[in-house]
């Protein structure tokens, strides 16, 4: 069993690790039986696997392709849509520099572990990324993909690359760095603290063309909605990790304590038996984050009383007005009223 303690990341990068190697000749089955990923994930686009597994991949592949810049190219098949809800926040920013601070701000949605830090200067900005955990890193080639990733997608998104004035990398410099020269413009660093760019303020200043700011407001609040739950909740790691997955699938209608259990390699019985220790129970659980977003969307005046029904996986609009009453004695509509009152 996969211990649910331990830091996991979106089955998603497997997807684009595995995509990376068969475009130089590796089986996605052959990384699959050498790693132990499931390659049935690939169809789950919010299955998440063990940070050890994804290390693993990172490390195969590269040996197995015998490509020394396999993260430097892995990072360039980025297409929009890859990493979900934190895809489109970033990418429906106005400006590449709030597109950073939102990959900041909600990178915790995609990652356990993985942070980026911004620091503003004069004429630059530094972009850091590190683990929260002590004594963890990102391995090799995942940093180097994420680092080229944040060019790749900034590209995308304004048709042209930002200005990276230095580079550096925590781990020790590889042989070549004719790719890092070729992607960043510049010789990194390296055994530095941190993985960071230091990038020319102006360069990520400038308006993104075609940004679309309706769709930018209703990801961005979908998005705060799960990201201020999951951080109000009991910091356990096992609590974060089944109110993430609550959070996430609530609108489909289909959480369950078997699903959750399932996602998290558990069996019900185990699972229920772990949350009891946490002193919490998985319908407790539920329903108190269903009760606090929905508090949440109501605040938001831009949704109307069934979107925040759709949100919150009631069947329909009177199946939500009957348990918030319950919640807090009035309807909805009598609760978004006085929050109006007031503001």
Same mark, same amino acid.
């Given at each position: 069993?996969?211990?649910?303690?331990?830091?996991?990341?979106?089955?998603?990068?497997?997807?684009?690790?595995?995509?990376?190697?068969? !475009?130089?000749?590796?089986?996605?089955?052959?990384?699959?039986?050498?790693?132990?990923?499931?390659?049935?994930?690939?169809?789950?686009?919010?299955?998440?696997?063990?940070?050890?597994?994804?290390?693993?991949?990172?490390?195969?592949?590269?040996?197995?392709?015998?490509?020394?810049?396999?993260?430097?190219?892995?990072?360039?098949?980025?297409?929009?849509?890859?990493?979900?809800?934190?895809?489109?926040?970033?990418?429906? !920013?106005?400006?590449?520099?709030?597109?950073?601070?939102?990959?900041?701000?909600?990178?915790?949605?995609?990652?356990?572990?993985?942070?980026?830090?911004?620091?503003?200067?004069?004429?630059?900005?530094?972009?850091?990324?590190?683990?929260?955990?002590?004594?963890?890193?990102?391995?090799?080639?995942?940093?180097?993909?994420?680092?080229?990733?944040?060019?790749?997608?900034?590209?995308?998104?304004?048709?042209?690359?930002?200005?990276?004035?230095?580079?550096?990398?925590?781990?020790?410099?590889?042989?070549?760095?004719?790719?890092?020269?070729?992607?960043?413009?510049?010789?990194?660093?390296?055994?530095?603290?941190?993985?960071?760019?230091?990038?020319?303020?102006?360069?990520?200043?400038?308006?993104?063309?075609?940004?679309?700011?309706?769709? *930018?407001?209703?990801?961005?609040?979908?998005?705060?909605?799960?990201?201020?739950?999951?951080?109000?909740?009991?910091?356990?790691?096992?609590?974060?990790?089944?109110?993430?997955?609550?959070?996430?699938?609530?609108?489909?209608?289909?959480?369950?304590?078997?699903?959750?259990?399932?996602?998290?390699?558990?069996?019900?019985?185990?699972?229920?038996?772990?949350?009891?220790?946490?002193?919490?129970?998985?319908?407790?659980?539920?329903?108190?984050?269903?009760?606090?977003?929905?508090?949440?969307?109501?605040?938001?005046?831009?949704?109307?009383?069934?979107?925040?029904?759709?949100?919150?996986?009631?069947?329909?609009?009177?199946?939500?007005?009957?348990?918030?009453?319950?919640?807090?004695?009035?309807?909805? *509509?009598?609760?978004?009223?006085?929050?109006?009152?007031?503001?």
């Amino acid at each position: 069993m996969i211990n649910p303690f331990r830091a996991t990341v979106s089955a998603r990068i497997a997807a684009i690790i595995l995509k990376g190697s068969e !475009a130089k000749g590796v089986e996605p089955s052959e990384l699959a039986r050498g790693s132990g990923f499931d390659l049935a994930l690939l169809g789950d686009v919010d299955a998440r696997i063990p940070l050890e597994m994804e290390n693993t991949l990172w490390n195969m592949a590269a040996f197995r392709t015998n490509d020394d810049s396999f993260g430097l190219h892995v990072a360039e098949l980025i297409r929009p849509g890859m990493f979900d809800v934190l895809d489109y926040v970033v990418r429906t !920013a106005p400006t590449l520099y709030i597109a950073l601070q939102r990959l900041a701000r909600y990178n915790r949605l995609m990652h356990d572990v993985a942070e980026f830090s911004l620091t503003e200067h004069t004429d630059t900005i530094q972009v850091d990324h590190y683990f929260c955990t002590p004594n963890q890193t990102a391995v090799r080639h995942a940093a180097e993909f994420t680092m080229a990733a944040l060019l790749v997608i900034a590209s995308q998104m304004s048709g042209k690359q930002p200005v990276v004035l230095a580079a550096s990398f925590s781990h020790a410099s590889p042989e070549d760095i004719t790719e890092f020269r070729r992607i960043f413009g510049v010789t990194p660093q390296f055994g530095t603290s941190t993985n960071s760019l230091i990038l020319a303020r102006e360069s990520v200043m400038e308006s993104v063309p075609d940004a679309d700011p309706t769709l *930018s407001r209703i990801v961005t609040s979908h998005a705060d909605q799960l990201l201020a739950v999951l951080e109000k909740a009991n910091p356990s790691t096992l609590l974060n990790q089944v109110s993430h997955l609550i959070l996430k699938h609530m609108s489909e209608g289909k959480v369950s304590l078997a699903f959750v259990a399932k996602e998290l390699c558990f069996s019900e019985r185990s699972l229920q038996r772990a949350l009891q220790m946490e002193g919490t129970t998985f319908n407790g659980l539920f329903e108190d984050l269903r009760r606090r977003t929905a508090h949440d969307f109501i605040s938001d005046k831009h949704l109307a009383l069934g979107e925040v029904a759709f949100l919150l996986g009631f069947s329909e609009p009177s199946a939500f007005h009957r348990a918030f009453k319950r919640w807090t004695g009035q309807t909805p *509509s009598q609760v978004r009223q006085s929050i109006r009152a007031k503001g």
